[in-house]
């Protein structure tokens, strides 16, 4: 099966601070791909998306780009807060979905 | 509109005991899927299925079976559990080869 990994498990940041969570991923035929949260005790919740003609897409201070040559997905998030603490998957193409292991973020107040 | 719902929220097997989950969603949608999540190991595709009876294998389907009988409704199926089963099971729905709504989990523990 296909692949996805993300480069660190964990991730602390200060409050107000920018997070960068990073994703690889090995199929280089895939073409959609979904950042999740997922808070303790709960069920994934979407967050942004991105197909493979596109770069970057924004959402509500969060940022994905996608870099095809290097199968490389990023996810940017803009002053990050206490509820951003979470742990955070990507995903690629489907309709079977392949998740990464995830990167647990860690606000610091 | 409860979006994705599961029964049951716990449960305790015996070794080779059955037991069924019940993943139900009300947003009309036509995809649906079950996975597993272990620590470490994120998500695990089970099984999924892509309409009223209709249903395919995932990434880890041995062990667990499916039934799709109406749109709403995607049921899981242990026949003879094992304690390599032991997990956290996720529902999820979309309307098509999109974002997925994922159901709250059952926490399954196999003695």
């Known amino acids: 099966g296909e692949s996805v990994g993300l480069h660190l498990p964990t991730l602390s940041v200060q409050e107000g601070d920018n997070s960068i969570i990073n994703c690889a991923y090995s199929?280089?035929?895939?073409?959609?791909f979904i950042w999740y949260k997922q808070e303790s005790g709960k069920g994934p919740q979407f967050i942004i998306d991105i197909r493979s003609n596109m770069d970057k897409r924004q959402g509500q201070r969060v940022t994905v780009l996608l870099n095809k040559t290097v199968k490389h997905l990023s996810l940017q998030i803009a002053a990050t807060q206490p509820g951003d603490s979470a742990v955070y998957f990507c995903a690629e193409n489907g309709p079977q979905f392949y998740f990464g292991t995830g990167t647990s973020l860690t606000v610091i107040p | 509109n409860a979006g994705v719902t599961q029964t049951p929220k716990f449960r305790v097997l015996k070794t080779g005991q059955s037991m069924t989950l019940l993943c139900a969603q009300d947003?009309?949608?036509?995809?649906m899927y079950w996975y597993r999540q272990d620590p470490g190991m994120g998500l695990r595709l089970i099984h999924y299925s892509v309409g009223e009876g209709t249903t395919a294998k995932g990434e880890v389907p041995d062990g667990y079976n499916v039934s799709r009988l109406k749109k709403q409704n995607f049921l899981l199926g242990l026949e003879s559990a094992a304690p390599s089963q032991t997990s956290v099971y996720f529902c999820?729905?979309?309307?098509?080869?999109?974002?997925?709504?994922f159901g709250p989990g059952t926490r399954l523990t196999v003695l």
């Open positions: 199929n280089s035929a895939s073409d959609y």
């Open positions: 999820a729905s979309s309307l098509y080869y999109n974002e997925q709504f």
């Open positions: 947003m009309n949608h036509e995809y």
